[in-house]
């Protein structure tokens, strides 16, 4: 079993930064496929950003590519996502996922297991 608690939100100007963290418990966290996802109301939940096992590899979606940058410690157990020239559309609460078996889909959320409460990022113009 993996607990994920994110934290990091809050209110920003267009323009600023934000770093979210996940803080992960579990012994095998370096073995686990980690993302950022995000919802707004009434919308799905869509994929940000994810992490590879050991995070030998990062993907990225197109939205976010060029602002946004996922990183790991895994000495720390611990995910983030680095936020930058936030717009006011990336306001959303935003998830931390992982799972532990390969897949080559890091996009779909059905592919992972376990999720944390969200932690709230609001981009003001």
């Known amino acids: 079993q993996v607990q994920l608690v994110e934290s990091g939100g809050g209110l920003v100007q267009a323009g600023g930064s934000l770093r979210l963290s996940c803080a992960a418990s579990?012994?095998?966290?370096?073995?686990?496929?980690l993302a950022w996802f995000r919802q707004t109301p009434g919308k799905e939940r869509e994929f940000v950003a994810a992490?590879?096992?050991?995070?030998?590899?990062?993907y990225y979606a197109d939205s976010v590519k060029g602002r946004f940058t996922i990183s790991r410690d895994n000495a720390k157990n611990t995910l983030y996502l680095q936020m930058n020239s936030l717009k006011p559309e990336d306001t959303a609460v935003y998830y931390c996922?992982?799972?532990?078996?390969?897949?080559?889909?890091?996009?779909?959320?059905?592919?992972?297991?376990?999720w944390g409460q969200g932690t709230q990022v609001t981009v003001s113009s």
């Open positions: 992490s590879g096992w050991r995070g030998a590899t990062a």
């Open positions: 579990g012994r095998t966290f370096s073995t686990y496929a």
């Open positions: 996922a992982a799972r532990n078996y390969y897949s080559s889909d890091y996009s779909s959320k059905n592919r992972y297991d376990y």
